[in-house]
């Protein structure tokens, strides 16, 4: 795969105690120390009025800046994740959240096997459904086995439970899910997107994080902390930086922050 030019991270290696220069899709290092500045070729344009921001003043910021987007149909996911979602290895696949899985584009639908829609941002957590927007919205939905998905359900985020059949490593409880290792990062940072997007001044609930499980149908979504680690410990990885590429050039025309400055999770929470 090509080097990516847009971007160079770099991130801080806890073991050695120095910096690691990583360009493009080059594997990230796994840090349990807070991801050091990233830059991008959007910083001095799409990110321009962001830059050098922390707390409300960069989430107030970065809000104004992705809700610019254009906004499509429930019924076009379908054939939009078969973009974004697609396998690299296999591009008349796509890969499946939380199972890690590779299946046919074509076996999309509600049956055992099939793969469907799964909203990140469970829709029942400020009830905003399949509406175009929040319901539609790219950065947070992803293509998920039916039975997988089904058992996530509307859970919060949260470490532990036992093995999700066919998860891939997903675990489950009684009140939270875990993703596999290889989607914590993702899911976290496809939450807080969904939480910097709808601040509620659009006719939509005012999207939040919280340190809670249960949330139910309130506009909320934990555990911030548990969310954050993953963060950390799961770097974006070239399928999630060219999924938020594809969105931003084809779809929405807008951008998922956190991947592509995950220090900003830090800096705003």
Not at 41 to 55: E, M, Q, R, V
Not at 212 to 240: Q, T
């Amino acid at each position: 795969m090509p080097v990516n030019p847009i971007r160079t991270r770099r991130w801080k290696s806890l073991a050695l105690t120095v910096s690691a220069v990583l360009v493009g899709f080059t594997a990230p290092v796994v840090a349990s120390s807070p991801a050091a500045a990233t830059t991008t070729a959007y910083d001095a344009t799409y990110y321009k009025n962001a830059i050098g921001k922390t707390g409300t003043s960069l989430k107030s910021s970065l809000h104004t800046i992705i809700s610019s987007q254009s906004k499509i149909s429930y019924s076009a996911v379908w054939d939009a994740l078969k973009a974004t979602d697609q396998d690299p290895n296999n591009t008349s696949n796509v890969i499946l959240l939380y199972s890690g899985v590779s299946r046919s584009k074509s076996l999309n639908g509600g049956d055992v096997g099939d793969w469907n829609r799964e909203h990140t941002w469970a829709k029942s957590h400020g009830d905003f459904g399949e509406v175009t927007g929040p319901g539609t919205d790219l950065h947070h939905l992803r293509a998920c086995d039916v039975q997988v998905n089904s058992i996530r359900g509307n859970l919060d985020f949260d470490n532990g439970g036992s093995s999700v059949t066919n998860g891939g490593g997903s675990t489950v409880d009684s009140d939270s899910f875990a993703p596999r290792a290889a989607d914590r990062g993702d899911v976290a940072r496809m939450i807080l997107y969904m939480a910097v997007r709808y601040e509620g001044d659009d006719g939509f609930a005012d999207l939040e994080p919280n340190e809670k499980v249960g949330n139910g149908s309130n506009p909320y979504m934990g555990k911030l902390s548990v969310l954050k680690a993953w963060n950390e410990a799961d770097p974006p990885s070239a399928f999630e930086e060219r999924r938020n590429q594809v969105i931003y050039d084809t779809y929405q025309h807008n951008r998922n922050p956190f991947i592509d400055h995950p220090e900003w999770v830090e800096a705003i929470w």
